[in-house]
């Protein structure tokens, strides 16, 4: 009977980690970004079909980086999860906590259980009725949540996106200022990003019921005038 | 999460079944053994920019009035709505179902059902209620949308199976619809504009409701009037309950003169008559 070569628990996750990270640094980044009217999440995306960014209940998004297929399964797991807690209760008690801490357990189950760790990091975002109540839940591949209160950035170069945005940022912003500083960010000092590279969604704080709507290319180029 | 051999799609009624929170079928017939609220008249008209939906506010358990401000006419999604009737209860949670479902499949899929689609979509709902139907909980919807493909507002009328017929120009369902429906095809006509539908539709409420006992009429006493929504281009829109007070003010106005005269007429008739006698 073989053995298997013993490997330390510790050599395991790292390796794990490393290769969901190296998956997620192959991909483009995003950015989203708390202004005075809602939340505007800004991605780098050529393709106009394959969304990073999309609506999941009345005021919750969600947006990912990485590989499509995995972190459109976690999309449409969350709109299963938040129309049943709907249906079953109240669309009020439909949540952008739970449903983050929901798929923390199912990013950190298959990262330590599984063959290969999602190759995924998510957003969670809701826009309340006072921006004090604005919601962002930053998810990493092995279930680690992070809560940030005026913005984020997913993707390989986080730290160094961070960092711009950080310089960046004020917390005066309406949508075209929040929306060139994300841009900012994403391109760097060597590019520039055009409506045309952009995926743009923003959480609006109004009464209608559903707060996610989709900026068209006609209206980023105009903010981004 | 549901491997991809197993995914129910976009399919919330089949999600809710695999979670089971699919509403329960009773096992033997409540007629008799239990009173169950029910809705009653809802009409449909089409109109030159869309198509006009109203029902009236009475929900009856048996002989007694059990809600007077129920309502009964829905947006199913920014194009289309739903109205019912039977029985009250299983109706309102087919609505909801149906309102989610739609929505359901459009955050799922990324795109909305086409009017179509949604139609059939109801189709099954109600096929899927029969056995419920069977035991006395019968829901009969109409459906009424606005066809982004097409330009032009569409309706369709079920029947307790699940049947699903389109109608060209009017559609009503519930027990004055007999009446209701009579009124709609003698007064309509090609692209009526909105002000005419909504009289018709009004007036067709009204006739349903003099001659049926389980619709409602207008409540003049507590302001309650019959819900009505437009569905264009635009989306569905509620008509301001002002508007509709204004419009049943003028018919009942209308109506009364009418009558006034009548009486008068008799009564110069018998006068006349007496004096020929006397």
Redesign the interface.
């Known amino acids: 009977m073989t053995m298997p070569f013993y490997v330390a628990p510790e050599q395991v996750m790292k390796d794990r980690a490393d290769y969901a990270r190296k998956g997620i640094a192959r991909g483009r980044s995003l950015a989203a970004v708390v202004y005075d009217g809602g939340i505007v999440i800004c991605a780098e995306n050529p393709s106009s079909t394959l ?1 990073k960014v ?3 209940y009345d005021r919750i998004a969600f947006a990912g980086v990485g590989k499509y297929n995995e972190f459109d ?1 976690l999309r ?2 969350g ?2 999860a938040a ?2 807690k ?3 209760y109240s669309r009020e008690d439909v949540d952008a906590r739970s449903l983050a801490n929901q798929y923390a357990s ?1 990013l950190g189950q298959v990262f330590t259980h599984e063959m290969k760790p999602m190759e995924v990091e998510i957003l969670v975002a809701e826009v309340g009725p006072e921006r004090a109540d604005d919601r962002l839940f930053h998810i990493l591949y092995d279930g680690t949540v992070m809560d940030e209160d005026a913005f984020t950035v997913l993707g390989g170069e986080a730290e160094a996106l961070n960092a711009r945005l950080e310089e960046a940022w004020s917390d005066s912003f309406d949508l075209a200022g929040a929306l060139k500083a994300a841009v900012t960010a994403l391109a760097g000092p060597d590019r520039t990003l055009g409506a045309g590279d952009l995926e743009v969604a923003v959480l609006e704080r109004t009464d209608a019921r559903r707060a996610f709507r989709r900026l068209e290319e006609d209206e980023r180029a105009a903010l981004l005038a | 999460m549901f491997s991809p051999t197993d995914d129910p799609g976009p399919n919330f009624a089949e999600l809710l079944r695999r979670v089971g929170l699919q509403p329960p079928t009773p096992a033997t017939s409540l007629d008799g053994v239990l009173t169950i609220t029910h809705g009653t008249t809802v009409v449909a008209v089409r109109y030159a920019d869309g198509v006009i939906m109203a029902g009236d506010r009475r929900a009856t358990s048996g002989n007694l009035i059990s809600h007077r401000a129920i309502e009964k006419v829905f947006p199913a999604d920014r194009h289309s709505g739903v109205a019912i009737a039977g029985a009250a209860g299983p109706a309102m949670d087919m609505v909801k179902l149906f309102q989610l479902q739609l929505e359901h499949y459009e955050k799922v899929e990324s795109s909305a059902l086409s009017l179509e689609g949604k139609a059939n979509q109801l189709s099954s709902m109600v096929r899927n209620h029969l056995p419920a139907a069977m035991q006395g909980l019968a829901v009969v919807p109409l459906f009424a949308g606005y066809d982004l493909a097409r330009g032009t507002g569409r309706l369709f009328q079920y029947d307790v199976t699940g049947g699903r017929y389109e109608e060209t120009n009017h559609a009503s369902t519930g027990s004055g619809s007999l009446h209701a429906s009579t009124v709609i095809k003698l007064g309509f006509g090609e692209a009526m504009t909105r002000q005419d539908t909504l009289d018709l539709a009004i007036k067709a409420l009204f006739m349903a409701a003099d001659e049926d006992s389980a619709t409602g009429g207008p409540d003049l006493v507590r302001g309650i009037y019959p819900t009505m929504a437009t569905i264009t281009e635009e989306g569905f829109e509620r008509v301001p309950e002002e508007e509709i007070a204004g419009r049943f003010g003028e018919l009942i106005a209308a109506m009364s003169l009418r009558e006034a005269e009548r009486t008068t007429l008799i009564a110069e008739t018998t006068s006349d008559h007496g004096g020929l006698q006397a």
């Open positions: 969304r999309s609506e999941i399964q449409i797991a709109v299963r129309d049943l709907g249906y079953a199912i």
